[in-house]
């Protein structure tokens, strides 16, 4: 079938990309490539992916191509299920032959509530969905595709068994191939990556358990399933001839370290290339190994340390010491490897003082960037099952962002408010970064570059919008 990879216009602003662990606008203008829908898409020849939102593409410059697909693949979200709903309206509306289809965690747990809220949805390709997708694409019989939930010839809802999930990555073709042929790579960044970069994944799959994280839980498993090294440097060695400009490498896997000799091997490859490159990881790499890595190219970890505090580190199963991350994070400062920690805000145990502890955690072991989110009891994680049970959900917070887009405080506890933990992210924003050495070390890396003035500049206001937009919610 003549097929379109679409992720549909929402807010102005959200980065759908970002799959992750939260689809939200930033406190930044940032987007993440949308690598969950390019995979599918390199399946499938004479594929087209739109990325609207970093391209700016409204809804009608979409429909008006109505007519040159026959089938449509849509990643949605909790956030954006209504409104990507609307956008398949609109393309049946100027299509009536159009099928369409939805992937992506939401349908990936709930199929069934997703097409029953939603009759103009042909099928959702469940779990670790590529080759579900690819095989609608080819024709095949929907009630020989595993993995799929279909609407049959008398319109009732099948639920076909389970795909197999995948052991041999290295049969997926390379998703710069479609940046490439469809994607205006200057159109993403984020504000702690150099511009322009590219990110893709080396391997699916996370060993840590945490009880909040999505992909994990719903699309990914929690086996580390990597590509070879072979394969993945074949793909950077493809980058470096198609997009000379990169400036940057992300790997985008859930935990890049879960296999530390591998890391290594990729690194030291990576470094006969001479290309910087970052990557996710756990607070807990060995100070050899970041060495390794840091002498071959590694320009900066992005971290999820989440609290300060011993006792919801437990809580939310996260596998991890204060004290060993703090001594990680000394051998990076010490090693010249910058941080971008990430930290969340309200999880189960959370508390007033709890909050001032994290605070104090990150001015402590001090962190390049920080990004501070709220927790998101997404569906299909642990979190949200314990936040149904115990009461902590409303569900007028249930799709997790504002009209706006902008993300809510969803969760609140008999000893914290909603507006509690809400107000509680300006507040850590702001005792970070307005600390006198912290200022300093931002003038003094402004001063070092004129481009990094610009865009520290520029991020300053846009920063400064989004707390104006929070406050106003």
Known sequence: ??????????????????????????????????????????????????????????????????????????????????SDVKTIEALKAANPKLKAGL??????????????????????????????????????????????????????????????????????????????????????????????????????????????????????????????????????????????????????????????PRAEEIARELGKLGVTWSCNAKANVPRE???????????????????????????????MRVEVAEKFTKDCHDLGIAIHGTFILGLPGESKETIRETIEFAKRINPHTIQVSLAAPYPGTYLYKQAVENGWLDVENAELVDENGVQVAPLHYPHLSHTEIFNSVEDFYKKFYFRAPKIASIVSEMVRSPDMMKRRLREGVEFYRFLKERQAA
Request: proline fraction near 4%; include cysteine.
């Open 103 to 260: 992937i992506g965690a939401k349908v990936a747990v709930d199929a069934a509530g997703a097409m029953a809220q939603a009759p103009c949805i042909d099928f959702c390709a469940r779990n670790e969905f590529d080759f579900t997708v690819k095989e609608v694409a080819d024709g095949v019989d929907m009630s020989e595709i595993k993995g799929l939930s279909y609407r049959d010839a008398n319109g009732v809802v099948v639920h076909n068994a389970d795909r197999e999930i995948m052991t041999d990555m290295d049969q997926l073709p390379f998703v710069t191939s479609v940046y490439k042929r469809d994607l205006q790579m200057e159109k993403y960044f984020i504000g702690y990556l150099k511009h322009p970069y590219i990110s893709f994944y080396s391997g699916r799959g996370c060993k840590s358990r945490c009880t909040f994280c999505l992909w994990p839980q719903t699309v990914g498993g929690h086996t580390y399933r990597t590509r070879s090294v072979a394969h993945v440097i074949e793909e950077i060695k493809y980058c470096l001839k198609e997009f000379p400009q990169t400036k940057e490498f992300f790997f985008d896997d859930d935990t890049f370290t879960d296999n530390l």
């Open 1 to 82: 079938m003549r097929t379109l990879f679409l992720q549909a216009p929402t807010f102005d602003g959200f980065d759908g990309g970002a799959g992750s662990r939260y689809q939200a606008k930033r406190e930044i203008k940032s987007f993440w490539y949308p690598t969950w829908l390019a995979q599918p898409a390199a399946l499938v020849p004479n594929s087209k992916l739109i990325d609207a939102p970093p391209h700016n593409i409204k809804l009608a410059e979409i429909v008006a191509q109505a007519n040159d697909f026959d089938l449509v693949v849509l990643h949605t979200s909790v956030p954006s299920f209504k």
């Open 289 to 319: 190994t970041l060495k390794v890595l840091k002498d071959n190219g590694l320009r900066l970890l992005l971290v999820g340390y989440e609290s300060g505090n011993q006792q919801i580190l437990h809580n939310i199963k996260k596998g």
